[in-house]
Nanobody
């Protein structure tokens, strides 16, 4: 059993900042890539940022220069620092991790958190 739990969401004014965290727990053997997605009401889920195990990051154009993705492999934790927030950033943010579990070391499976709400007021 693997669980991903996001935290750090909330209400913030335009131009403000939030820091999201995602902690994985359970029978984890190894974690490869991690990422953040978001979904606004009435819109499809979109990729925000990804990061490899070695720390190479990619960002959606809409957040580049404002958001920073990072990870702590020792803590099985993923972060998203969000600065200069805009109303268009309002969404539920989901973390995802590609994980090899102890019971299936030869395969890797994507796991998802339940999401954390980020609201940027106008």
């Amino acid at each position: 059993q693997v669980q991903l739990v996001e935290s750090g969401g909330g209400l913030v004014q335009p131009g403000g900042s939030l820091r999201l965290s995602c902690v994985a727990s359970g029978s984890i053997f190894w974690i490869d890539a991690m990422g953040w997605y978001r979904q606004a009401p009435g819109k499809e889920r979109e990729l925000v940022a990804t990061i490899t195990r070695l720390g190479n990051a990619n960002y959606a154009d809409s957040v580049k220069g404002r958001f920073t993705i990072s990870r702590d492999n020792a803590k099985n934790t993923l972060y998203l620092q969000m600065n200069s927030l805009k109303p268009e950033d309002t969404a539920v943010y989901y973390c995802t991790m590609a994980i090899q579990v102890v019971t299936s070391i030869t395969t890797i499976t994507d796991y998802w958190g339940q999401g954390t709400q980020v609201t940027v007021s106008s």
